[in-house]
């Protein structure tokens, strides 16, 4: 069974631009969890979606924006870069949603960096 | 702002000892833990979880310990090994919420 993936692994933008990153669950999951992991405050939770729906979201401003499609695909969107969202994006997949532990999982992340 | 803190963010350990890595956090709802191990380039791994109705969760080498009380829990890990070099994030979570809250990481280094 494939694992979560995310696309690009790397990117560079430049700060006022907006950036989109992907992520596709494990096959059959239909909960994507979306964090932000940085050297001082760890992984912070940015949101969940499940069937299509936001269910949770994490403290981030409203620069930053997600949606989900009916494959169980995501997306996550950063508008207006600020040097501070350089940092890595992980997102995890689980069947359903609010799940943690061995039933959650991550996949290797996209290294933002804002310039 | 941080409700659950991992105040070292580094420790070194010889193989074969035990390895102890501890986790604060301050939210008294929180009745979920977990440990996720991460390697450079890879997303987090489940390692272990504990829910609140315990105090110690074992598998194999690796044993998380909870106090309820002092809102403090703790990874054991007898024997560390080379292969157990990598980061430790603890996380929990309240039944109500289903968000999951991470520590900021403790990095482990075994040395051969």
């Known amino acids: 069974k494939a694992g979560v993936t995310q696309t690009p692994r790397y990117l560079i933008k430049t700060r006022g631009q907006q950036v989109t990153l992907s992520c596709s669950p494990i096959s059959g999951h239909r909960s994507v969890s979306w964090y932000q992991q940085t050297p001082g405050q760890g992984l912070q939770f940015l949101f969940e979606?499940?069937?299509?729906?936001?269910?949770n979201k994490g403290n981030f401003p409203g620069r930053f924006s997600g949606r989900q499609f009916s494959n169980s695909r995501s997306e996550m969107n950063v508008s207006t870069l600020e040097l501070g969202d350089s940092a890595l994006y992980l997102c995890?997949?689980?069947?359903?949603?609010?799940?943690?532990?061995?039933?959650?999982?991550f996949g290797p992340g996209t290294r933002l960096t804002v310039t | 702002d941080q409700q659950v803190k991992q105040n070292s963010p580094s420790l070194s350990v010889q193989e074969g000892r035990i390895s102890i890595l501890n986790c604060d956090y301050t939210?008294?709802?929180?009745?979920?833990f977990l440990w996720y191990k991460k390697y450079p380039a890879e997303g987090p791994t489940f390692l272990i979880s504990i829910s609140s109705i315990k105090d110690k969760n074992e598998d194999g080498r690796f044993t998380v310990f909870l106090n309820k009380s002092a809102k403090h829990l703790s990874l054991h890990i007898v024997p560390s090994q080379p292969g157990d070099s990598a980061v430790y994030f603890c996380?929990?979570?309240?039944?109500?919420?289903?968000?999951?809250?991470f520590g900021t990481g403790t990095s482990l280094t075994v040395i051969p």
């Open positions: 995890a997949s689980s069947l359903l949603a609010g799940l943690g532990g061995d039933e959650q999982y």
């Open positions: 939210n008294s709802m929180f009745d979920y």
């Open positions: 996380a929990a979570s309240a039944q109500t919420g289903n968000q999951f809250y």
């Open positions: 979606y499940f069937s299509e729906t936001q269910r």
